[in-house]
């Protein structure tokens, strides 16, 4: 049921940078802001990513989003073992009926 | 501090219904727009449905005439009427805030189980 479409893993040593890809189309991504959520193992998601590169408070800058036409990037560096976790993007989507959507989900794995 | 305390989940059999609540604190239910999300176990996030400040609703595919979301300003709590249960409709139930185009505050879910 996933629109949005992520790889299902990525991993780097500690210390490394790992890339997470989310890719849409214009009635999503192309037209609306992108979020990022992280959601560690047992607990809820949590926003880390709001209006394609905005922290929220608390968010350390080793976490950094953009957005180009309708895909969007997010980019830990710096990994630490406290970044395991999966990783989703969202947005709202314009198309009739379609509400927010989530990205199909990232695991990120340090090594 | 904010909080969204997520209750009445449970086992429940196909073609059953439930009543999800979502009791908040530190915000304001009523002048909100509050959502509910779930994830199937083991699975994705979905959104389920948003209900606005105004009162104005809106659902998934998935769910538009199964699911009810409603408020009670008196009490500060959302709710999620579900309704015509199915096995896919398994899955953890977070409530939320959507705020400028995000969801920045979550509960930590509750589970309903659609098995016979």
């Known amino acids: 049921q996933s629109v949005l479409t992520q790889p299902p893993s990525v991993s780097a040593a500690p210390g490394q940078k790992v890339t997470i890809s989310c890719s849409g189309k214009t009635s999503n991504i192309g037209h609306n802001g992108v979020s990022w959520y992280q959601q560690l193992p047992g607990s809820a998601p949590k926003v880390i990513i709001d209006?394609?590169?905005q922290r929220p408070s608390g968010i350390p800058d080793r976490f950094s989003g953009s957005k180009s036409g309708t895909s969007a990037t997010l980019v830990i560096t710096g990994l630490q073992t406290g970044d395991e976790a999966d990783y989703y993007c969202?947005?709202?989507?314009?198309?009739?009926?379609?509400?927010?959507?989530f990205g199909t989900g990232t695991k990120v794995s340090v090594l | 501090e904010v909080q969204l305390v997520e209750t009445g989940g449970g086992l429940i059999q196909p073609g059953g219904s439930l009543r999800l609540s979502c009791a908040a604190s530190?915000?304001?239910?009523?002048?909100?727009?509050m959502s509910w999300v779930r994830q199937a176990p083991g699975k994705g996030l979905e959104w389920v449905s948003t209900i606005y400040s105004g009162g104005a609703t809106e659902y998934a595919g998935s769910v538009k005439g199964r699911f009810t979301i409603s408020r009670d300003t008196s009490n500060n709590t959302m709710y999620l009427q579900m309704n015509g249960l199915r096995a896919e409709d398994t899955a953890f139930y977070y409530c939320?805030?959507?705020?400028?185009?995000?969801?920045?505050?979550w509960g930590q879910g509750t589970l309903v189980t659609v098995s016979s």
């Open positions: 209006d394609n590169n």
């Open positions: 969202g947005t709202w989507d314009s198309s009739l009926s379609a509400g927010y959507v």
């Open positions: 939320a805030r959507r705020y400028s185009g995000h969801f920045d505050f």
């Open positions: 530190g915000i304001t239910v009523g002048i909100n727009y």
